[in-house]
Nanobody, 116 residues
Framework: QVQLVESGGGLVQPGGSLRLSCAAS????????MRWYRQAPGKERELVAS????????NYPDSVKGRFTISRDNAKNTVYLQMNSLKPEDTAVYYC?????????WGQGTQVTVSS
């Protein structure tokens, strides 16, 4: 049974940090590229970070570049998203995504709220 379970979300003040984790099971994690998306109320889902399965190369949109860092630990079947210098506009539900060829798996999401 394929599972992606996100954790680490919560309420943080502007300028603060959070580290999200996504634990994978039920598939060969190391084969899959991993991505983090977010979706704020009334907005479309947005890709915020990606990491390849082979080289570990990463990519970010300008909105989070320099503040967010994605990493993976294939031994633990886990992908992380370190989020620093958080802003109120980072408030959203954050989703973990695994993709390889035609296989495309999603987690249930974790809420991140940035507010004073």
């Amino acid at each position: 049974q394929v599972q992606l379970v996100e954790s680490g979300g919560g309420l943080v003040q502007p300028g603060g940090s959070l580290r999200l984790s996504c634990a994978a099971s039920g598939f060969t994690f190391s084969r899959f590229a991993m991505r983090w998306y977010r979706q704020a109320p009334g907005k479309e889902r947005e890709l915020v970070a990606s990491i390849t399965s082979t080289t570990g190369g990463t990519n970010y949109p300008d909105s989070v570049k320099g503040r967010f860092t994605i990493s993976r630990d294939n031994a633990k079947n886990t992908v992380y998203l370190q989020m620093n210098s958080l802003k109120p506009e980072d408030t959203a539900v954050y989703y973990c995504n695994a993709i390889w060829m035609v296989r495309d798996y999603w987690g249930q999401g974790t809420q991140v709220t940035v507010s004073s």
